[in-house]
T-cell receptor
Framework: NAGVTQTPKFQVLKTGQSMTLQCAQD?????MYWYRQDPGMGLRLIYY???????DKGEVPNGYNVSRLNKREFSLRLESAAPSQTSVYFC?????????????FGPGTRLTVL | TQLLEQSPQFLSIQEGENLTVYCNSS?????LQWYRQEPGEGPVLLVT?????EVKKLKRLTFQFGDARKDSSLHITAAQPGDTGLYLC???????????FGAGTRLFVKA
């Protein structure tokens, strides 16, 4: 089992460019999450998908869109990147929605927006 | 808005020393988790505590959930260089989909 995989690992964008971050899990989990991690601010939830076919906003959704493509895959799209979106992005999954479950994280995507 | 504050933010100690990391909130949480994150990787769960006053041990790590379920601590005995990393606490509530993370304590253990 690979667990949670993310691509790409690193990305540099210019302001205004768009890109999609990919995430896939092979644990048959129902719920998936996108976080961003910034120095001194911990992990902040961008969007989550409690189950296939549903998505909801988290704490910091502005500037992002998501797609739950199927049970395995959950992508995060930046339509017009801004320097404030420079961050490390983590995808996570849980068997079911809810905080009692262990969150399994991917290795992260380090994004720089110039 | 629920917040989790961790202290200290940074800790550098010698191998063999003991340390305690704190996670505090003004809000009550149904459960609290501790994760460890190494450079270039995602966080990995260490423990989940759900009962006020609960104490859990994981080898040299001891986790405690406060009686009022508003705070937690992580105590490491005889720290080793392999304990180096970012320790994150995370709180959640029953029925909620969102987990609140603290900013983390970065621990460096020198050999």
């Amino acid at each position: 089992n690979a667990g949670v995989t993310q691509t790409p690992k690193f990305q540099v964008l210019k302001t205004g460019q768009s890109m999609t971050l990919q995430c896939a899990q092979d644990m048959n989990h129902n719920s998936m999450y996108w976080y961003r991690q910034d120095p001194g601010m911990g992990l902040r939830l961008i969007y989550y998908s409690a189950s296939e076919g549903t998505t909801d906003k988290g704490e910091v959704p502005n500037g992002y869109n998501v797609s739950r493509l199927n049970k395995r895959e959950f992508s995060l799209r930046l339509e017009s990147a801004a320097p404030s979106q420079t961050s490390v992005y983590f995808c996570a999954s849980t068997p079911l929605a809810g905080g009692l479950y262990t969150q399994y994280f991917g290795p992260g995507t380090r994004l720089t927006v110039l | 808005t629920q917040l989790l504050e961790q202290s200290p933010q940074f800790l550098s100690i010698q191998e063999g020393e003991n340390l305690t990391v704190y996670c505090n909130s003004s809000s009550v949480f149904s459960s609290l988790q501790w994760y460890r994150q190494e450079p270039g990787e995602g966080p990995v769960l260490l423990v989940t505590v759900v009962t006020g006053g609960e104490v859990k041990k994981l080898k040299r790590l001891t986790f405690q959930f406060g009686d009022a379920r508003k705070d937690s601590s992580l105590h490491i005995t005889a720290a080793q260089p392999g304990d180096t990393g970012l320790y994150l606490c995370a709180g959640s509530n029953t029925g909620g989909f969102k987990t609140i993370f603290g900013a983390g304590t970065r621990l460096f253990v020198k050999a």
